[in-house]
């Protein structure tokens, strides 16, 4: 079991790159948002800006939070509503640079993680499945 | 580094017991449960029948797929759809006395699993969270 190695992996080399992420802009309606998430199958993504620089988060949960009424769902606000009025801006974000160690703390509390460069600029998402697979990877090695 | 005890640690002292997983009944409309989802913030909780057996799973995305007409979504199906017709009925379940390997394996592809005894009583759920933290402790010993 070779750990020395195992902890050097950096970020960059198990994110999802920003190309193949699913994400929405931060001016957009909550009803596209809604639709980016169903269709896309994920429960949160990340928002961005038109020139890509990182925002937030979005999901389900506090898509339709927002639109729970007293006695039922109110649609029509979702036309009305801004991803910028409902998104979570305290989302921890790490570099691409950093090592497996600091990705694996990240993913603790959250199922995803930003990676975003010095400028603010999104590089990819790092997911708790890509630090399993690597982990299971290492335990059977 | 004591790794034989560390892979040692059984399914049932890591996961979360019954009594505090939120869950729904499969004869439920689909109306119960997108509240119980939006109230407890989960994305996907355990779906049982009323003696506690495990039956699926179900979560928003399914819920919001299911009611996604062709213009809008159509919320007043909520109510004449149940839990039974959309659930997830192909997930991988555990047995409490698994080791924390067969753990491992488990959440790779889903954030959680659920920990069912032989005759198919739901005992709880393993989460990507708690095998997250005990790796998490392990490498840093
Ligand atoms: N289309 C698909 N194909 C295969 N498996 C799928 C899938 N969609 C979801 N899953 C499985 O379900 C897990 C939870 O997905 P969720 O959408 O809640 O949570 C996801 C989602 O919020 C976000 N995410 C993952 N990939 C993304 C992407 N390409 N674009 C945008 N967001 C992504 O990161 C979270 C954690 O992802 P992770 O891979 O660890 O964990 C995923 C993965 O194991
Ligand atoms: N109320 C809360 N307080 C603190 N953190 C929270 C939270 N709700 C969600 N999180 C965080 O967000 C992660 C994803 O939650 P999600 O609801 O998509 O996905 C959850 C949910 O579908 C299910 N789950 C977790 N705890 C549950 C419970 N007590 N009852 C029913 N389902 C539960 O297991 C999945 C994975 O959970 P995991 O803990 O690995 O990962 C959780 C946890 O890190």
Same mark, same amino acid.
């Given at each position: 079991v070779e750990s020395k190695e195992f902890t050097e992996i950096l970020a960059e080399e198990l994110m999802i790159s920003s190309e193949k992420v699913a994400h929405v802009q931060v001016g957009n309606p909550l009803e596209h948002a809604l639709l980016v998430l169903v269709k896309s199958g994920y429960s949160a993504v990340p928002v961005l800006d038109s020139t890509y620089k990182f925002k937030g988060t979005i999901g389900k949960t506090v898509i339709l939070n927002s639109i729970l009424g007293l006695e039922r769902f !109110?649609? !029509?606000?979702l036309s009305e509503k801004k991803v910028s009025e409902v998104m979570n801006t305290d989302i921890p974000c790490i570099n691409k640079n950093d090592d497996f160690l600091t990705c694996l703390k990240a993913v603790i509390n959250y199922p995803f993680v930003c990676v975003v460069d010095e400028d603010g600029y999104f590089d990819g998402i790092l997911t708790r499945r890509a630090i399993l697979k690597q982990l299971n990877k290492y335990l059977h090695v």
């Open positions: !109110e649609m !029509e606000q």
